[in-house]
């Protein structure tokens, strides 16, 4: 059970945005696995951090072209959830 939900939130995603909307809005921004749903990621983000999830966005986010020796390749493409907390709620790591 445990590792199921590690599986579904791979990490926080911390940056100056996302320290922004932590602040402001209450949300949090984290990568996910591709195939995790909503409902998924509201217990994952519940269940690891002991909050209450109020509403979960999600985006699919494309890999950058990169150059290398042989030619171009592509970074992978990855899922990223936006959680928005209840606001007697908040986490700590941003």
Known sequence: MQNEL??????PLVTEKGTHQ?????????EVADTANK??????????????????RTCRRKGKPRR?????????????????LH???HIDLF
Not at 6 to 11: D, E, K, L, P, T
Not at 22 to 30: E, H, I, K, M
């Open 39 to 56: 409902a998924q990621i509201k217990q994952a983000v519940e269940k690891i951090y002991n909050v209450k999830v109020l509403e979960v």
């Open 87 to 89: 606001p007697d709620y």
């Open 6 to 11: 590690y599986g579904v939130v791979i990490r």
């Open 22 to 30: 932590s602040q402001t809005r209450n949300s949090y921004a984290f």
């Open 68 to 84: 290398s020796k042989v030619g171009w390749s592509e970074t992978s493409h990855w899922k990223k959830a936006v959680v928005v």
